[in-house]
Every structure is written in C-alpha cells, then in structure tokens.
C-alpha cells in the first residue's frame, strides 16, 4: 500500500474495519507506507488510539507519539525528493 494518499480505498477500508472493531492491530512495512502526510497520520493515530488499535511497524516497532511526528516530518520533506526522481526520464 502506497503512502502518497490518505484517499485510497484500501487505506478507507483499514479505517472502517477497525472502527467497526474487526481488529485491535495495524501491523505495516514502516510508517510512511501508511502515510507520508503529517497531518494524515496525526489523526490516523489519534483514531486508532481512541479505538484501541495499536499501529505497529517492521521498521520503527510500535508507534507512538514521537514516530507521528518526527516520522510525519521526515516523510513530509522527503516526498519532494521522490516526486521529482519518479518525473525524470528513465
């Protein structure tokens, strides 16, 4: 699952089935898979831990606080980087 969207319907669907209390953890890759919008996986974060859902991650272990944001802003500044190097010819 790709982090560029918030929008995707696979990433709406992660967020009803755990509202709807199919499962009580999110396990992904690394966090940005999950988002690479601060803003994005601030309130995925705040959602799921109202819900009881832990997010946990092969590269950074269980999320927390200090992931969403040092995390959200290292994906925030290397966005940039990985839209201009997927735009240059091959």
């Given amino acids: 699952m790709s982090g560029a969207s918030h929008l995707r319907p696979g990433f709406?669907?992660?967020?009803?089935?755990?509202m709807n209390g199919q499962f009580d953890?999110?396990?992904a890759e690394?966090?940005?898979?999950?988002?690479?919008?601060q803003?994005?996986?601030?309130?995925?974060?705040?959602?799921m831990s109202f819900l009881d859902?832990?997010?946990?991650?092969?590269?950074?272990?269980?999320?927390?606080?200090?992931?969403?944001?040092?995390?959200?802003?290292?994906?925030a500044l290397w966005q940039p980087r990985l839209r201009r190097r997927r735009s240059r010819p091959s």
């Fill in 12 to 18: 709406q669907a992660m967020q009803q089935a755990a």
């Fill in 25 to 27: 953890i999110i396990v």
């Fill in 30 to 37: 690394a966090l940005d898979r999950l988002s690479r919008d």
């Fill in 39 to 47: 803003e994005h996986i601030a309130a995925l974060h705040k959602r």
């Fill in 53 to 75: 859902v832990s997010v946990v991650t092969k590269a950074e272990g269980e999320i927390n606080e200090m992931h969403i944001g040092l995390g959200g802003t290292m994906s």
